[in-house]
């Protein structure tokens, strides 16, 4: 290559690099829900029931004292309704449900008479009613008035950090907590950037320092990591183009292309130093290109093919997780083989450096014991797989310590709820007294229901102010001194809230089966479920059959690419052995961890089976170069001492990239990168140890 030409090259992609670097500025972050398809059964439910009772994103604040100490003291209540005062007053915030909108009530006539229990704050005589009041025990407040319970509506103009800092104004003797939607997006859209603009850069820094220890050279360390954070750039620029918003998987595309690609560019770097110790620089380029280039080239489209079998996920998400991956793999892969050379062609990298080496040796005992060992945890993994539970909880995504896990807790500690399940009921006409018997029936029915702990309806309202049913729906509909009734009723429609503290997919589902049933014996009503919970159970669905879908498709594809390569079935067949191992003993590893397969975990076999063929190809492409002028033993134990070692500083590198997600503020981001370093563990290991031995094995001898 010209150094004219590649300088020309240089400046082109750096020109482009800089227009694309510019639009990531514009890059938009989703929420959790925007990760469920608009036309899945529980969203259909909820978009309906939300049309008839129109309701915003809803905050939910839990604010206590100690337990000798009471909301209704005085000096209390009084900071308590001055922090709900200023809530109020901030922006995107719709409207607060809290102790000071309660009212004692009584029905007299064909009117309703409610009387405050605080005047600004302040308890008044009737304020210990409050908490024998069964319409707001367990709603606003708990039995022993230490906590209280406020549900803020919110719209997209909120900003979480100022409701917090309004809670802080709270005394000392206040613990808070906040839970919610919008507080579960906020932690996420957090984390989402992070990802996005923070790691990148620190994984840069961490494969030039790992690559260094390896190739000796800080120039020729810099290389390789440098062209995958310019292919991750590229590829965030074009989300940003293609109005892309990022999501919780999405925002893992720059740490997979720079992780994973970092890998080309060491293997190029190694190759061109190993030919620079004796041939001219110019020359040692265009050898280190001409016995790269496809190995490479399999590396990254098995890779691709890997991450593009989420194609067939039905989460758009997931689906475009797959693709903007497998285009970074793409870019990284052009960049190994055109930048890098042009770099090369500019730059002189000496050969003898000092530099991290390791020695391996084929037919150790160590390589044995492996063997063995690897053999023994693939026989007995079918005992742990079968334990593998197909489950999903939004709020398990957070670690133990984080203020929503700690808020969930206490919500369902003290109330024993925490996301609301409602059961809606429509019918042709008004509600009558004999629709009072039959919701009696229904309610104690669920209530006996595992995992349900009570009913919230207008039949508590009716039960404890001695307002007849039919009574409350017309009020419902003509009087609005009785904000709550607005929450239980609308036109000819009425809801039950079900309190439940099953927020994890499978007991939600099951839960609302049974619910179905139970409402399904009362035909003169049309009745449906709706709920957050069923809503965000609904990302689990399919994940099975997306799992099952993407192992085939991409472990089909793989295998034709290497026979159409190497032209034989045997080392295709010898080939694939590592990244079979991997993927039953990944499945192995989240049960014996106690993980479940879900939306986030189901990503993992995909990518380790692109990731581990990588190495593979290499061994197998070096045997195959070698096996020209050495028998089948020679061959394999040569390629293995000269391609082993670069497999292992490339395993090393992305375990120590992966490793970095632990430190991650979400737990499924930590559980990312444990399957992912396990597997790739795995996987260089069964590459060096069955490979190799395959390899000795398994072609026909050659002579010299």
Known sequence: MKKKFALLILVIV???????????????????EELIPDDYPSSIKMARMEKTFPAAEKILLVASVDSDDSLLKSENSEALYRVVEDLKELDGILKVNSIFDARDVSFSGFSINPKPFFEEGVPLENAKKLTEDPVYVGNLINKSGTTA????????????????????????????????NPIIDNEMKKSIMLLTYFFPPLLFLLMWVLYFLRLGDFRAALLPPLVALIAALWTYGIASLANLTLNMLTSTIGLFIIIVSSSYGLHMIDRYMRFRDSYHHLESVKKAVSDEKIPLFLSAL???VGFLTFIFSAMEAMRYLGILVALGVGISFFFTLVVIPSLLTLMDLKAKHKHLGFKIQAKTKFSSYLSIGLLILLLISPLFIKDLEVNSDQFSYFKNNSEIVKATEKTKETFGWVLPMYVVLEKEGVFTADDTKNLEQMISKMEELQGVNGIYSLLDISNSYNIPLPMLNLFAKTDD???????????????????????DANGIRELNNKVENIIAEYP??????????????GINSGVVENQVTTIFVAFGAIAILLIIVFRKILLALIAVVPIVVTTILNFSYMSILRMNLEVSTAIIAGVLMGLIIDYSIHL????????????RAEASDLALRDIGPVIIASGLSLSAGFSSLFFAPLKLFLNLGILLVLGIATGVTCTLVFVSQLLSIGSSKKKR
């Open 14 to 32: 750096g020109v482009a690099t800089l227009v694309l670097l510019l639009n990531i500025t514009n890059l938009r972050f989703g929420s959790f």
């Open 620 to 631: 197998i492409s070096g045997y195959r170069r070698l096996s020209k002028k050495h028998n």
């Open 302 to 304: 098995t890779t691709a």
């Open 481 to 503: 001194s009785f904000s709550e009734l607005s929450e239980f009723a609308s036109g000819n429609s009425i809801r039950l809230l079900v309190k439940t503290p099953i927020t």
């Open 149 to 180: 319970l406020i549900a803020i509506d919110v719209n997209e103009e909120i900003s979480v950090e100022s409701v917090r800092k309004t809670l802080n104004q709270l005394p000392d003797n206040f613990e808070t907590f906040m839970t919610g």
């Open 524 to 537: 003169q009503y049309s009745p449906y479920v709706a709920s957050t919970a069923l809503v965000n159970a």
